[in-house]
């Protein structure tokens, strides 16, 4: 699970350094990012998919993303997204 956090400035000096892969889905990116460890992750451009932790936001905040978008058009732009630990259930209750 993830929460969209917002569309974020980028530069050459990556505010999501860990490059996982291009032209990949949401989806995609969460599952990467998350076995990687990472908290945060972006799509940029036409589904670059970018791994990293809270500093983002380094560069500012942007309007210039279209994240609802299978092609986030817009170049040094993160639409950033941060994973949510998925609700752990709880633990059945067992009779002695």
Not at 32 to 54: H, M, P, S, V
């Amino acid at each position: 699970m993830y929460d969209h956090v917002g569309c974020y400035i980028d530069q050459e000096d990556r505010a999501l350094p860990y490059l996982v892969g291009k032209k990949i889905n949401i989806a995609q990116c969460l599952s990467a990012c998350t076995e990687l460890g990472f908290k945060f992750f972006g799509i940029q451009w036409l589904g670059e998919c970018r791994c990293g932790y809270d500093d983002y936001g380094k560069y500012g905040k942007s309007d210039i993303c279209i994240c609802n978008s299978p092609n986030n058009v817009g170049v040094y732009v993160n639409c950033v997204y941060e994973v949510i630990e998925p609700c752990s259930s709880p633990s059945p209750k067992i009779e002695t």
